[in-house]
């Protein structure tokens, strides 16, 4: 720069000779800027990128729970196996947590079923060599009674049955059939069962008797009523055919049944057994309770596993 007379002394540049404003992004060499020059706290949210921060700019053991949303810490990222007895509150677990292959019966005890949904199932504990395997009971029209996945060959041979069942319309029988443990019905004419009995009806009485003899089910009861207290109660002894035993008889059945229609004096008492001589394998099996030409319009049962050994 040309001048006239002396040479102008030299001065350094300060901030004031700047004016406000003038010195633009471009002006500032790139990386130019270190930590130094940044004041505290003058870096805020906006000046943050959406998705800047990674795990690798968070210190260990920095971030606490007033920094989670509440509700945000969903299944997903809680580790299979991390939730340990520590982290669960004392009286936190009911019932209704727990994978239980049955309903809760007052006075019954949290049994370990192996074979059962869960491994865990409700049974009376009322003795030794009886365990509860199911019970339900209903008043609500329904098609069939069905007791499923029941028969356990390792652990029962006999079962108990205990039942209550009621038609929606008179004049039809009931009638059973044994399943297979994928809850298939043991079809074909396999089914044989022989009833014989009493019935008194006011002054008179008179002889009963019926059978099936190679039919597609067993005949429990026969020609039922349908108002209330016409429901049959039926005491039912269970072997069910197992294909690891022996010898291989089949499914044989042993039961009693009786009902009364008190208004008309009625009293009804059949006593029958029967056999299902397929090779069909029950294990893990069960049955189900139905009438040929209505609904069952109430039922109730209990089942019982019978903890002796085959002898044979």
Not at 88 to 115: C, R, V, W
Request: hydrophobic share 35%; glycine share 10%; net charge negative.
């Amino acid at each position: 720069m040309a001048y006239i007379g002396k040479q102008p002394r030299k001065a350094a540049l300060t901030a004031s000779d700047i004016e406000d404003g003038i010195i633009t992004a471009a002006k500032i060499e790139d990386g130019a800027v270190v930590a130094a020059e940044i004041a505290s706290n003058a870096v805020t949210t906006a000046k943050i990128n959406a998705d800047a921060v990674t795990s690798a700019k968070i210190a260990d053991n920095a971030v606490n729970s007033e920094h989670y949303t509440d509700g945000s810490i969903d299944t997903a990222h809680i580790a299979d196996a991390n939730v340990t007895q520590g982290k669960i509150a004392d009286q936190a677990i009911n019932e209704a947590k727990m994978q239980i292959s049955n309903s809760p019966t007052n006075g019954y005890a949290l049994t370990a079923q192996s074979g059962n949904t869960g491994g865990m199932t409700w049974a009376s504990v009322g003795g030794a060599n009886y365990v509860n395997l199911a019970n339900a009971q209903s008043t609500t029209d329904v098609s069939e009674i069905a007791i499923n996945g029941v028969f356990n060959h390792s652990l029962y041979k006999f079962y108990k049955l205990f039942l209550y069942i009621l038609p929606s319309a008179s004049n039809n029988t009931a009638q059973m059939q044994v399943r297979d443990s994928s809850n298939n019905n043991v079809t074909g004419n396999k089914y044989k069962s022989i009833a014989g009995g009493k019935t008194i009806y006011g002054s008179g009485q008179g002889d009963i008797a019926f059978d099936r003899w190679d039919g597609t089910y067993f005949m429990i009861v026969q020609n039922q009523k349908a108002s209330a207290p016409d429901g049959a109660f039926i005491d039912m002894t269970l072997r069910p055919y197992f294909s690891a035993d022996s010898p291989s008889a089949g499914t044989w059945i042993n039961w009693s049944v009786g009902y009364t229609r008190h208004t008309n004096e009625l009293w009804s008492q059949a006593n029958g057994t029967g056999n299902e001589d397929s090779t069909t394998n029950l294990s893990g099996g069960g049955m189900r309770f139905y009438y040929g030409g209505c609904d069952v319009s109430e039922y109730q049962y209990n089942l019982y596993g019978v903890k002796y050994a085959w002898v044979r």
